[in-house]
């Protein structure tokens, strides 16, 4: 079984520059989560996806982070404009909503402002 | 809102040592347990679970943990470790299938030859 694809590996932009990830779910995973992981600290929720709809979305800073998931299968989270404190691993995860089986994660796409 | 802690953020130990990493949750009602491992440089990947029924779970590699719920927790042990255990564990909970994982701060496990 393919895992979560997350692209790209690593990114280093500048402050006030924009940024976009990509992630690719298990296929049929209805569930899809992006998470902040700063370094130090364990992974926080930004946004959860079942299919194509927005489940929480409460911790996500809305003035500058943007996540879409067209056609309920792969998915994008957008900074604009970055900041210094947006320094993270940005994780993406998926998982069969009512299952026993847990999330899978993708290795994370890790985010550089300088 | 619900929270997750974890008693130690750097633990260091030899091999063949015994190992347990406290992990408390703040949430009255029924909860999912989780703990995950990161090893260095790879993704988060589930160790063992807990939904219902035994609480002490066996999961993959040796490790075992006990879900304690008149004390809120849920300790992850292992009664002999390996160089290879060095990495970072996180204890999570959500509060029902599919939903949101909430995360603690995470363990940092050294574990030396």
């Known amino acids: 079984e393919a895992g979560v694809a997350q692209s790209p590996r690593y990114k280093i932009i500048e402050k006030r520059q924009s940024v976009a990830f990509w992630c690719n779910p298990i296929?049929?995973?209805?569930?899809l989560y992006w998470y902040q992981q700063i370094l130090g600290q364990g992974p926080k929720l930004l946004i959860q996806?079942?299919?194509?709809?927005?489940?929480?979305d409460s911790q996500l800073p809305k003035d500058r982070f943007s996540a879409e998931r067209l056609k309920g299968v792969d998915s994008t989270l957008k900074i604009q404009p970055a900041k210094l404190e947006d320094s993270a691993v940005y994780l993406c995860?998926?998982?069969?909503?009512?299952?026993?089986?847990?999330?899978?994660f993708g290795s994370g796409t890790r985010l550089t402002v300088v | 809102a619900q929270s997750v802690s974890q008693h130690n953020h750097h633990v260091i130990l030899s091999e063949a040592a015994s190992l347990e990493l406290g992990c408390n949750y703040s949430y009255g009602g029924t909860v999912n347990l989780f703990w995950y491992v990161q090893y260095p440089g790879q993704h988060l990947q589930l160790l063992l679970k807990?939904?219902?029924?035994?609480?002490l779970v066996k999961g993959i590699k040796g490790f075992e943990a006990e879900f304690i719920k008149s004390k809120f927790s849920f300790n992850l042990r292992k009664p002999s470790v390996q160089w290879s255990d060095t990495a970072e564990y996180f204890c999570a909970v959500n509060l029902y299938q599919g939903g949101k994982l909430i995360f603690g701060q995470g363990t940092e496990l050294s574990v030396k030859p």
């Open positions: 996806f079942q299919n194509n709809g927005v489940v929480d």
């Open positions: 995860a998926s998982s069969l909503a009512a299952a026993h089986g847990g999330y899978t």
């Open positions: 807990y939904f219902s029924g035994d609480p």
């Open positions: 296929s049929g995973h209805a569930t």
